[in-house]
């Protein structure tokens, strides 16, 4: 079966601070790959999707950035932290494209002080 | 804006009462999806109806689907307090490509 790891779960960092979030997914091949933020109390805002290695979309400008290093990963960084940044991160993946089920991991609560 | 919208924000019942949340959306659509949320958890899927569907079950929950309204609707039928929650739908637009969009989600509690 699959399953799908998020890393850390939990994160404190300073402004201006890097970061470094990473998803793993387990026992599926050529995944499409998600990363989403939720503001608290908010739906899901989509950042970066990936459907093979080294294919990043970029939905809205911001502090952070993407990358696929290998089929099943995906990593999503900042070089410097904003407040803003402050929120809870999701990673998800999908089989057959992005409009079919997408299955999320446990998420990232990030608080930038 | 929002593809996707919930409604109510939030919903307050008690144990075995019936739960409806409702989604309203904008432009056409292949699919619409609803995912369930425990408080700091990732999302689950639900159930997912395709635009030539108009209703799914599952379990005790039934989706219904108007495409002519572009709205859906789910109900939970005997709620239990495990089914507190936020409820999001998401849809795939078409104009959206390769991805969902999701609404802001029905916060709903079940009080025993």
């Known amino acids: 079966s699959q399953t799908i790891h998020q890393w850390p779960a939990t994160l404190v960092q300073p402004v201006g601070s890097p970061l470094s979030l990473e998803c793993t997914v387990e026992g599926t091949s050529n995944p499409n790959l998600y990363w989403y933020r939720q503001a608290a109390g908010r739906g899901l805002q989509l950042l970066f999707y990936s459907v093979g290695i080294g294919q990043i979309s970029s939905e809205v400008p911001q502090n952070l950035s993407a990358s696929r290093p290998q089929d099943r990963q995906f990593i999503l960084s900042s070089k410097k932290l904003l407040l803003s940044d402050s929120g809870f991160y999701l990673c998800?993946?999908?089989?057959?494209?992005?409009?079919?089920?997408?299955?999320f991991g446990p998420g990232t609560r990030l608080l930038v002080l | 804006s929002q593809q996707g919208e919930e409604d109510p924000q939030a919903l307050s019942i008690q144990e075995g009462e019936n739960a409806t949340m409702n989604c309203s959306y904008k432009?056409?659509?292949?699919?619409l999806q609803w995912y369930r949320q425990n408080s700091g958890r990732g999302l689950v899927h639900l159930i997912l109806?395709?635009?030539?569907?108009r209703e799914k079950h599952s379990g005790r929950l039934r989706v219904t689907l108007d495409t002519s309204k572009k709205s859906s609707s789910l109900l939970i039928t005997a709620s239990r307090a495990a089914d507190t929650a936020s409820y999001f739908c998401a849809t795939d637009a078409n104009r959206y490509g390769n991805k969902l969009v999701f609404g802001a989600g029905t916060i709903l509690r079940v009080k025993s």
């Open positions: 109806i395709r635009s030539n569907e």
């Open positions: 432009t056409s659509i292949n699919n």
């Open positions: 998800a993946w999908s089989a057959y494209g992005g409009r079919e089920t997408q299955y």
